[in-house]
């Protein structure tokens, strides 16, 4: 069994301007770990580019684009979650949660759980998973999300489901 961190020294905040090159850096990494496998190179993949991400999480975090929150340990930023009105085409509630991202060392520690909760609680909403990360399925499952039948792709990703409740 991996050891996991006790959820007890996991703290979530609201995430502030100042988080900005912290959570790119977590959204960059998190992405390789879970996408890594879909592309050809991860190491000149774009999408694994931290860099690429600060200048987006500045604006998004200055500019009120989403409620967002992080999850810190010892070691900082750990995690991160991020909701937002869903206005795409067809979109079947009022607010989707566009990302939860955490490191895999943090998985199990209830670092995604505490994040899905501080930034959503238990309002209705839609979401995008990748098909294949059975992992995150699960935890929405848990979660009262299931799939309702709608799909589509993002980046290296080839197939997502949409998850609501």
């Not at 961190?5 to 609201?14: F, G, K, V, Y």
């Not at 409620?67 to 009022?94: L, N, Y």
């Not at 998985?107 to 505490?114: E, F, I, M, T, V």
Request: proline share 6%; no cysteine; aromatic share 8%.
């Amino acid at each position: 069994m991996p050891h996991h961190e006790d959820p007890a020294s996991i703290t979530i905040r609201s995430a502030v301007p100042a988080d900005a090159v912290a959570i790119a850096h977590v959204h960059a990494a998190s992405w390789r770990e879970t996408y890594g496998h879909v592309v050809d190179d991860p190491d000149t993949s774009p999408w694994f580019d931290a860099d690429r991400r600060v200048p987006m999480w500045r604006e998004n975090l200055t500019g009120d684009v989403f409620t967002a929150v992080v999850a810190e340990d010892g070691s900082g930023i750990v995690g991160f979650a991020a909701v937002q009105p869903a206005t795409d085409d067809g979109a079947v509630r009022p607010e989707e949660l566009t990302m939860l991202y955490t490191l895999a060392r943090v998985h199990g520690s209830g670092a995604g759980q505490g994040l899905l909760d501080a930034v959503l609680g238990a309002r209705p909403a839609q979401l995008w998973v990748a098909d294949d990360n059975a992992r995150a399925i699960a935890f929405y499952r848990r979660n009262g999300f299931s799939a309702d039948g709608a799909t589509s792709s993002f980046g290296p990703i080839e197939r997502s489901l949409r998850l609501v409740r």
